[in-house]
């Protein structure tokens, strides 16, 4: 349906229906208009003639009872038969003369003036004469059962107001039967003598109110009154006689049009009549009688014509699509067949038959160059295509061998990258397995309570060392890690505030050291605790702060944390070297140093690098601004989640002993092929007061773990002649080796390796080098032991200095005192340093601390650097 005969014929049709259709709508419209407006108009037309035929006929009446009380005669003859009333009560010959005299009055109005009846009352309201109902003579109107008639207050009325009045319609004599009166008050002398009235014929005041005259086959006139909450219907229905309403109260949210009426509104309009059936109305109040009249005929008649007017229209817009779609169709055919036989030619063309062309339209138009055209086109693409062929054929021979040599190639870098995985591994294990012990044993040696200070500074000094050295090793493999895409988040909730002032304390003793200023600051709305990866955001730190520290020898370093939209922004700036513009573009490559950092011969290269996978990992980015000789700013954020608040786990003193000892000894199991590890364990076991065996690989361990039951085992991975994977599994393989805690001791420090451990079969998984207090943890985890521990230690590290080491503290040194500390800096010599220290303690107890804090950590660099830094 989209091709372009259907569009031109979509075309022909919209640009022939558009102007059409809006014709017919414009045309509609206004003969809807019209005829609503001219139905309209005649309802109101025939509501307001009939509002004022009956005005007419009430101001009639009321003028005939007006001037039948003011004549002489009657005026005479009321006074006489009020008297004879009184004497006679309405008996003997004289009232029969005045009745008769009465009747000839009666006579003129109710044979021709369209009367019912003629009433006289006397001032008092009795009966003094009708004609229809002689028995009611000398009845009161002003009480009793008749005072509440209709008659009773017209009579009180004209009596009370000395005026003509005319009553409502209601029931008299019968309460079925709708009877309305008009009365004048009869004056004798200027004084009231009585009241005279004539009911009204109902059957001519009907038939103004009925006459169908200007109104269509439902039309219809709804008249009546108000009776308290209640209307009074005072003519009949024309459309639902069989209702038989009139004289009937009926309510008023039935006959919403009647009700508006009777309260005086003068509306028009269109809605639903006393049937529920949609009408056009008109509604008008006649002030005379205290009537409403609605007049309204249906819609569905009142409007046919519009019907018939659409209907007619909707037919004409059919006949005249149905020839325009016909007459469009054969205007499109004859316009697309040429375009049609060229695209089939195209298609054949292009599904591989080339010998196929379009055939020549009959018309010389753009159709036809159009078909020249492709037919050019494709003699020519047939020959190109079978030249083509033969260079894609050849081109093909080529692709296979090189893609014979791309595959070599990849297995060449595949097993590359398994070499470079096993150096990895091999190379984590050899440089592990000797730190476990360093590590290890240092820590044994700090429990010697005869260590004095300056050996417990030493030994302190040899754990540092080797905890940078470990970090050393974990910066290349975690870079190893990077590559593979195996670095993982590890979220969890932590103190921000806690590490920042962590960070802060870790290098304000090197700052001052360097005579610098170390600025840590956070603004106010920086959430204290948050979620995410604590050790990698304070790696990250760690070597900005570093690298800010090493290069900077003057000024500060200023850290800024603050929160920016949904993420935490840090900014690490220094007053440093710089960096170069050329060093910028390689400052994040693995193992590419700056000029700086090369001349400084420190670290790996891999820091920056670490660092930003590190930030990416953690949903940020990082950027850097430097100038050479003019500072550097490193800016980083990181996405985070806020937490409500972190457990801080507080360092357990050293184990002593069981708490709670067992009826045997806890017979543990060492299997390691270095004898170093083994003594290590062994003596932390024993200071626990432990039962200890160790074996040096795994046949051993198996053969005395059947021999001797140990409760757990403590199993190297790598051991000669049976490795710890298959020792564990020969072990657990067994029903009792169930109940045996076998935790793998492993040098390796890739995290997939504790899923092939666990799956050999082993209870835990300890990396090493291990820990004191992770040895014991793992220990009371698995055999559900508590620990005896000794008081916390003194903190025996020697305490920072009193005062900042600056170029201008020591100008308090003699010259030959600066020469001797010189000399000692440059040999690297620390007993002739602390000979010159101890000389200065003496005079500058705070100095000498300062510069034994130095030398004991071998920072003789900064120490030469200070001494041969100028004046200020």
């Not at 470079?420 to 044994?444: C, D, V, W, Y």
């Not at 493999?477 to 304390?505: C, F, K, W």
Request: glycine content about 6%.
């Amino acid at each position: 349906m989209n091709s372009i005969r259907w569009r031109l014929l979509r075309a022909f049709l919209l640009i022939t229906l558009i102007p059409l259709i809006g014709l017919a709508l414009i045309t509609y419209t206004i003969f809807d208009s019209a005829l609503r407006a001219g139905v309209t108009a005649r309802l109101l037309s025939v509501a307001n003639a009939t509002v004022s035929e009956i005005e007419n006929y009430a101001r009639e009446r009321k003028r005939d009872v007006s001037t039948l009380a003011a004549s002489p005669g009657l005026v005479a003859l009321m006074g006489r038969m009020t008297g004879a009333f009184a004497q006679a009560a309405g008996e003997g010959a004289v009232y029969a003369r005045l009745t008769s005299d009465a009747r000839e009055i009666a006579a003129a109005y109710l044979n021709d003036g369209g009367y019912a009846d003629l009433y006289m009352l006397d001032a008092e309201g009795r009966l003094l004469f009708n004609v229809q109902r002689p028995e009611e003579l000398g009845v009161s109107y002003s009480e009793g059962e008749l005072a509440t008639t209709q008659l009773a207050v017209v009579f009180d009325r004209a009596r009370t107001l000395l005026e003509t009045e005319i009553s409502d319609f209601g029931g008299y004599p019968d309460p079925d039967e709708l009877a309305a009166f008009i009365a004048a008050p009869v004056f004798e002398d200027g004084i009231i003598i009585g009241v005279v009235a004539l009911q009204i014929d109902n059957s001519a005041l009907f038939r103004v109110v009925t006459n169908p005259l200007g109104l269509d086959r439902t039309g219809e006139t709804v008249v009546g009154s108000r009776e308290g909450g209640m209307l009074r219907l005072a003519a009949p229905l024309r459309l639902s006689p069989e209702l038989n309403l009139v004289n009937q109260t009926v309510d008023p949210a039935r006959f919403p049009l009647l009700a508006a009426a009777v309260d005086g509104q003068r509306i028009d309009g269109q809605g639903p009549d006393y049937r529920g059936v949609d009408v056009v109305y008109a509604a008008r109040y006649l002030p005379s009688l205290r009537w409403g009249l609605v007049v309204k005929t249906d819609v569905s008649e009142a409007f046919a014509p519009i019907v018939n007017v659409r209907n007619l229209i909707i037919a004409i817009l059919l006949a005249t699509l149905a020839g325009v779609a016909l007459l469009a169709l054969l205007i499109a055919r004859s316009i697309t067949q040429p375009i049609v036989s060229l695209t089939d030619a195209v298609r054949a063309f292009f599904r591989g038959e080339m010998t196929v062309r379009a055939p020549a339209p009959p018309t010389k138009d753009e159709v036809a160059e159009l078909t020249g055209g492709f037919n050019d086109l494709a003699d020519r693409l047939s020959g190109m295509i079978a030249t083509l062929e033969e260079r894609v054929s050849e081109r093909t021979q080529a692709l296979e061998a090189q893609a014979v040599s791309l595959q070599e190639a990849r297995a060449a870098a595949e097993s590359a990258n398994q070499s470079k995985s096993r150096f990895l591994a091999n190379m984590s294990h050899e440089l592990r397995t000797p730190m476990n012990a360093i590590l290890g044993f240092s820590q044994l040696m700090s429990r010697d309570a005869r260590l004095d200070a300056s050996t417990r500074d030493y030994l302190g000094i040899v754990m540092q060392s080797g905890d940078h050295l470990l970090s050393l090793i974990n910066d290349v493999l975690e870079m190893s890690r990077i590559e593979a895409g195996q670095a993982t988040l590890n979220q969890a909730p932590l103190d921000l505030h806690a590490l920042l002032r962590g960070v802060e304390d870790l290098f304000r003793l090197r700052a001052e050291a360097k005579g610098l200023t170390l600025l840590v600051e956070w603004t106010e709305d920086v959430p204290q605790f948050i979620s995410t990866d604590e050790s990698k955001l304070r790696q990250v730190l760690i070597n900005l702060i570093g690298n800010a520290l090493k290069f900077t020898h003057e000024g500060g370093i200023a850290v800024r944390v603050a929160l920016r939209g949904e993420k935490l922004a840090f900014e690490v700036e220094d007053t440093g070297d710089g960096i170069s513009e050329a060093d910028l573009k390689k400052l994040f490559q693995p193992f590419m140093q700056t000029e700086t950092g090369i001349r400084s011969q420190q670290g790996t290269g891999l820091g920056l690098v670490i660092t930003r996978q590190f930030i990416e990992l953690m949903g940020g980015q990082i950027s850097v601004r430097s100038l050479a000789g003019q500072g550097t700013l490193f800016s980083f954020d990181i996405a985070y989640e806020r937490a409500q608040s972190v457990q801080v786990a507080k360092a357990k003193p050293r184990v002593i002993g069981i708490e709670s000892p067992t009826d045997q000894p806890l017979r543990i199991l060492v299997a390691d092929d270095k004898w170093e590890n083994r003594r290590l364990m062994i003596e932390w076991m024993k200071l626990a007061g432990f039962e200890v065996r160790e074996v040096s690989n795994g046949r051993e361990a198996v053969e005395m773990w059947e021999a001797w039951e140990p409760h757990l085992i403590w199993m190297d991975m790598r051991m000669p002649v049976m490795d710890g994977y298959e020792a564990t599994r020969t072990i657990k393989s067994h029903t009792k080796g169930q109940a045996t805690v076998i935790i793998a001791l492993t040098a390796s420090a890739f995290e997939h390796e504790r899923t092939i451990v666990l799956s050999a079969g082993c209870d835990d998984f300890v990396r090493k080098p291990a820990r004191e207090s992770l040895i014991f943890e793992k220990i009371s985890e698995h055999l559900g032991i508590r620990f005896k521990y000794d008081a916390p230690a003194d903190d025996t590290r020697t305490p920072p200095p009193a005062q900042p080491l600056t170029a201008a503290s020591l100008q308090q040194l003699t010259p030959a005192q600066r020469e001797a500390l010189l000399a000692a800096a440059d040999e690297v010599d620390t007993a002739a340093a602390n000979a010159v220290i101890d000389e200065i303690r003496a005079t500058h107890p705070s100095l000498a601390d300062a510069l034994a804090d130095l030398t004991a950590h071998y920072r003789f660099d900064q120490l030469q650097s200070l001494l041969e830094s100028p004046t200020p």
